[in-house]
């Protein structure tokens, strides 16, 4: 079992900046592939960003050039640097690690 703790949500004005952490611990062996999804009030749960272990990255349209994902495999832990945060971007943001789901962090963009 792996179990992922989530940090850095807040609330942000219209054009600021957010750094998301989740770290992971308990039975690890490999983490391929390390993520941040995003649900919005009304909305479905989406992938934000995602990076595997040999450092490839994947990003959601409505966040390239704004996020970044990155990862440090030595401590297990994964980020999301976020600027020019919009109103848009307020969500809930769930860490996600192979099959793992953390409990999520509320991200909100005052406009």
């Known amino acids: 079992q792996v179990q992922l703790v989530e940090s850095g949500g807040g609330l942000v004005q219209t054009g600021g900046s957010l750094r998301l952490s989740c770290a992971a611990s308990g039975s690890i062996f490999r983490l391929l592939v390390m993520g941040w999804y995003r649900q919005a009030p009304g909305k479905e749960r989406e992938l934000v960003a995602d990076i595997f272990s040999a450092g490839r990255t994947n990003y959601a349209d409505s966040v390239k050039g704004r996020f970044t994902i990155s990862r440090d495999n030595a401590k297990n832990t994964v980020y999301l640097q976020m600027n020019s945060l919009k109103p848009e971007d307020t969500a809930i943001y769930y860490c996600?690690?192979?099959?793992?789901w953390g409990k999520g962090t509320l991200v909100t963009v005052s406009s």
């Open positions: 996600k690690v192979d099959q793992y």
